[in-house]
């Protein structure tokens, strides 16, 4: 079943413009990851970030974590054609349970 | 690239015959865990390794699905009997595990994309 639900399921920007992806999910975990996937590839991880943090930045990319509602944000600013591809999120739970549960993804278009 | 390879990228096959795929870890990395990925939706997880040692199974690898792991390194998944449903991208990711560590990073291969006819 999928934990996370990302939002919104499509999103279509121009280049130069940020993109602020959200997820959603149900159970508490214990990190929370964004992964980037290019369309009929493998995914490429992009950040993790732990359940104790609030805030993460690497390059482009800034991800906030809201242990409380359960939701978590990426954004990518200055975004690039080659940005678009679909992103998800993915948690685990700890508790001995190594598996990540991903949402559904958000379609990112970046419009050269 | 990651460094985790699988093979082969595509496979076609023709429903009830069973097939079977490879992945290659990160040399150094001792967790291996596959997932499945059909159109439209995020990675589902089926099952994952600790060295040779298979520790966690999903309740959707059903009996037909096996996986192996044999010396700690690569991998194998077999579907037997296979159906039409199990048309998907079969993904593979790899980790290293250090004892009271912190949750690691999955790094994933490329994918085996299985269409079955």
């Known amino acids: 079943s999928q934990q996370g639900e990302e939002d919104p399921q499509a999103l279509s920007i121009q280049e130069g413009e940020n993109a602020t992806m959200n997820c959603s999910y149900k159970?508490?975990?214990?990190?929370l990851q964004w992964y980037r996937q290019n369309s009929g590839r493998g995914l490429v991880h992009l950040i993790l970030?732990?359940?104790?943090?609030r805030e993460k930045h690497s390059g482009r990319l800034r991800v906030t974590l809201d242990t409380s509602k359960k939701s978590s944000s990426l954004l990518i600013t200055a975004s690039r054609a080659a940005d678009t591809a679909s992103y998800f999120c993915?948690?685990?739970?700890?508790?001995?349970?190594?598996?990540?549960?991903f949402g559904k993804g958000t379609k990112l278009s970046v419009i050269p | 690239d990651t460094g985790v390879s699988q093979d082969p990228r595509h496979k076609i096959t023709k429903r009830g015959q069973n097939v079977t795929f490879r992945c290659d870890p990160i040399?150094?990395?001792?967790?291996l865990y596959w997932y499945r990925q059909t159109l439209g939706q995020g990675p589902e997880f089926l099952t994952y390794?600790?060295?040779?040692?298979?520790?966690?199974k999903s309740r959707l690898l059903s009996d037909r699905f096996s996986a192996e792991r044999p010396k700690g390194s690569f991998s194998t998944l077999e579907i037997q009997r296979t159906e039409q449903g199990d048309s998907a991208m079969y993904l593979c990711?790899?980790?290293?595990?250090?004892?009271?560590?912190?949750?690691?990073?999955?790094?994933f291969g490329p994918g085996t994309r299985l269409l079955v006819l």
């Open positions: 159970t508490s975990i214990n990190n």
């Open positions: 993915a948690t685990d739970s700890g508790a001995g349970s190594y598996q990540l549960t």
């Open positions: 970030i732990r359940s104790n943090e």
């Open positions: 390794f600790q060295n040779e040692a298979q520790l966690e």
């Open positions: 990711a790899s980790s290293l595990y250090i004892a009271g560590g912190l949750q690691e990073t999955q790094y």
């Open positions: 040399s150094e990395h001792n967790r």
